[in-house]
């Protein structure tokens, strides 16, 4: 593929991904604001995102394995035409809406997240030569970072339209807007694109390579620490303890993310500047072990300082901008690692059980956030959150020390 052609594809690609994150981030911030203000509990709205984070497991596992067999083309495409499926799901009367369709529409959106992410994030691996590693990363990152920024921008969306349109006006704008991105998607993105030259064997869907299982497991850890304190409890927290309305905690969410994923499009630069060596503009294990540490410490921090008579207000938030600045840089290496460390031929499969880890520790996070928060408060979900993360420190000492394709 030429360098025009590549360009393009990514650019369809990078578009899909942005345009299915803004309806994710705004239906996750509609059903938390929505069912809490219906009285629901902080451990009921988790419930809400069971089957969600449940079904991202299974797709990720099947979905690399389906990717390599039909192409990334039609699992994206597939992907978008189930997430205008499980929103035009919400948009029954009022008193349809109970609580296993809501389940039921969060189990088919997670389908349909994970899906649109591996696509994208395989995808990227085909575009780029092998021994261009250093743009790699920063495709990766640019990537990674422009959909968690616009994901924030759909935290914000979210709170705005439940405030404007109502429950039912607001899923059902998103769904018409997605249904107009999957239209040019179908008739746009190239149709091999990651299909696999030798068809994939079922018994091929769990990684084989040590370097993919530990960066796995560190995932795991990694996505779960953030969601124990960030899914429920923060939202639930600013708007119960703080006394903030939706539009506050809406637009302080949003901005939160927004900043999250610029952080991570630079993580390249940033990354290079805090190292010792030019050759970290390809990072391996010893990058991703020393920015664990740095975020265990963060966190412990912020957690302690919610045990003094500092104030609360000022604590969280000076808190969340140096967490979501450590953080996003972690999560940008580890989104980086495994799509070099992942094999050429049939991609997917490596990022696809990767990010089967990631779904993992997201359900985790989820379930610990509702329960935690009900039972002990947000320090005891920040001390979770710590121990997660000193565990992601220990596995990633098993991590290759420089760069190294698993492949």
Known sequence: MNQSSAIKQYAIVTGNYWAFTLTDGALRMLVVLHFHQLGYSPLQIAALFLFYEISGIVTNLFGGYLGARIGLNRTMNIGLGLQVIALAMLTVPTHWLSVPLVMGAQALSGVAKDLNKMSAK??????????????????????????????????????????????????????????????????????????????????????????????????????????????????????????????WVGGFLASWVIGY???????????????????????????????????????????????????????????????????AINSSLHSYLIVSYAKDDGVSLDVGFYYMANAMGRLVGTLLSGYVYQTGGMIACLWITTGFLAIVCVISLLLPKTHSRAS
Request: hydrophobic share 60%; proline share 4%.
């Open 122 to 247: 395989s995808a990227i691996k085909l575009l780029v030569p092998g021994d261009q590693q250093g743009r790699l990363f920063k495709w990766i990152a640019l990537l990674t970072g422009s959909k968690n920024a616009l994901k924030g921008v759909g935290f914000f969306l979210g709170g705005a339209l439940l405030a404007l349109l109502s429950f039912k006006g607001a899923v059902l704008a998103m769904a018409a807007a997605l249904a107009l991105v999957w239209i040019a998607s179908v008739i746009l993105l190239k149709q091999d694109l990651g299909k696999a030259k030798n068809k994939p064997k079922f018994n091929e869907l769990f990684s084989k390579s040590r370097a993919i299982n530990i960066l796995s497991a560190a995932r795991l850890f990694l996505f779960g620490a953030r969601d124990v304190w960030f899914v429920v409890a923060l939202p639930v927290f600013l708007s119960s303890q703080l006394g903030w309305n939706f539009w």
């Open 261 to 327: 994923g610029i952080v991570q499009s630079f993580a390249p630069k940033i990354i290079g500047t805090f190292s010792s060596s030019k050759s970290e503009a390809a990072p391996g294990g010893s990058a991703a072990l020393a920015w664990a540490i740095v975020l265990t410490l963060v966190t412990a921090l912020m957690a302690f300082a919610f045990s003094t008579p500092l104030p609360v207000a000022k604590v969280l938030i000076i808190g969340l901008l140096v967490f979501g600045v450590v953080f």
